[in-house]
């Protein structure tokens, strides 16, 4: 009977512990003490920071990194505005599309001396001045006027009157009005002299060749008369614009109307060419 008892009393005392047991656990469970799975086998920091919390789904506190001395914690720069070169003397691959242009240009032409001026007359060679190679009913020193001067007026639908230029070989302004004694202030400028054209390789060319290049607007510009008669039949090694920022544009001209009629340069007249394009 006794034996029975002490069973018994062993037996109520194991449920009591086993009942403790499980309350214990159930507790520390629910606290978050105690994890079950992945998280609780990894334990510690991950490798975006530290995790932390209740029961509830962890939450990610994350550890800022440390910056290096001398650093700023300023937001990344834009990209850089890509800024233009500007333009060497000294460099071949420099200066304006119309400069390289022309300098390939003027590789491609023959150089070699002058002819003999012998037997140039302009106008048996070049024909009379001023004609309408282009039919359009005016002729080509009125095409020019109207072209290059500004405020013009006209008597009729070709004859300029009056205007003002800007002479691009000086910079200074002219007022021009037609008339005897006033004409002459402004004058038409052939930019390949018909002389020069002449000695360089127009001898060659047709009648009709001499005349397109005699009236051709590429090697026409409307200039200061000062600066015409200056230049007379000078190249580009012996005169020049004064307006330095004009030069480029001048020898571009001079070079392309010497490719389109296949004239020749001298050597002299090549250097100063190419000293000139260097620069732009």
């Known amino acids: 009977m006794t034996s029975r008892r002490r069973r018994t009393r062993t037996t109520v005392q194991s449920s009591i512990v086993t009942l403790v047991v499980a309350l214990g656990v159930w507790a520390l469970l629910s606290s978050g003490v105690l994890a079950s799975g992945t998280d609780a086998a990894a334990g510690g920091p991950t490798s975006t920071g ?64 002058k002819a003999p001026a012998t037997g140039y007359d302009r106008e048996a060679d070049f024909g009379t001045a001023w004609l309408d190679v282009d039919h359009n009913g005016c002729d080509t020193r009125n095409d020019v ?88 039949s000078s190249d580009a090694a012996t005169w020049l ?9 001048y020898v571009e001209h001079q070079i392309a109307v010497k490719a389109e009629y296949r004239l020749w340069v001298v050597p002299a007249e090549r250097d100063a060419m190419e000293r000139v394009l260097s620069a732009c």
């Open 50 to 113: 530290t995790r932390t919390g209740t029961g509830a789904e962890p939450t990610i506190t994350t550890t800022a990194r440390p910056t290096a001395p001398g650093a700023t914690t300023s937001a990344p720069a834009a990209a850089p505005t890509e800024v233009s070169r500007p333009s060497s003397p000294a460099s071949g691959d420099a200066g304006s599309t119309e400069a390289a242009a022309a300098r390939a240009t003027l590789a491609t032409l023959v150089v070699k001396g």
């Open 241 to 249: 614009p004064a307006a330095k920022g004009f030069r480029c544009e």
């Open 145 to 232: 006027l109207a072209r290059d001067l500004t405020d013009i007026v006209r008597q009729g639908p070709c004859k300029v009157m009056s205007g003002n230029l800007v002479s691009p070989y000086t910079g200074g302004e002219v007022a021009f009005v037609r008339g005897n004694t006033t004409s002459t202030l402004v004058q038409i400028d052939h930019v390949v002299a018909l002389e020069n054209a002449w000695r360089t390789g127009a001898q060659r060319l047709t009648q009709d060749e001499r005349e397109a290049l005699a009236n051709d607007p590429e090697n026409l510009f409307a200039v200061d008369g000062h600066s015409n008669s200056q230049k007379r």
